[in-house]
């Protein structure tokens, strides 16, 4: 996944693995170390804010950027496992 990228779809600013986000139980980490899931309560958050640049709440998964072309090769690869295989 060397094309992924995470950044605010709003106004693109980077996440820096630092702990911003707050769960509701009060537990504080970086979502992206486990995809907007708390890793106290394991509540799944679906949306994330911006918390340094833009303050914007927007689904967590349009954040990354580059998904499509994992997914076609994630895709490619299990089309090709399932034909060696049969």
Do not use: R
Request: net charge negative; glycine share 4%; hydrophobic share 35%.
């Amino acid at each position: 996944m060397d094309d992924l990228k995470i950044c605010c779809p709003k106004c693109e600013w980077e996440p820096d693995g630092l702990p911003y986000w707050q769960c509701d139980c009060g537990h504080v980490w970086n979502t992206f170390d486990t995809a907007a899931k708390c890793p106290a309560c394991h509540k799944q958050h679906k949306l994330t804010i911006c918390p340094v640049s833009c303050f914007a709440l927007t689904p967590h998964l349009d954040w990354y950027k580059g998904l499509d072309k994992w997914l076609e090769e994630m895709v490619a690869q299990i089309n090709e496992e399932v034909i060696v295989n049969t």
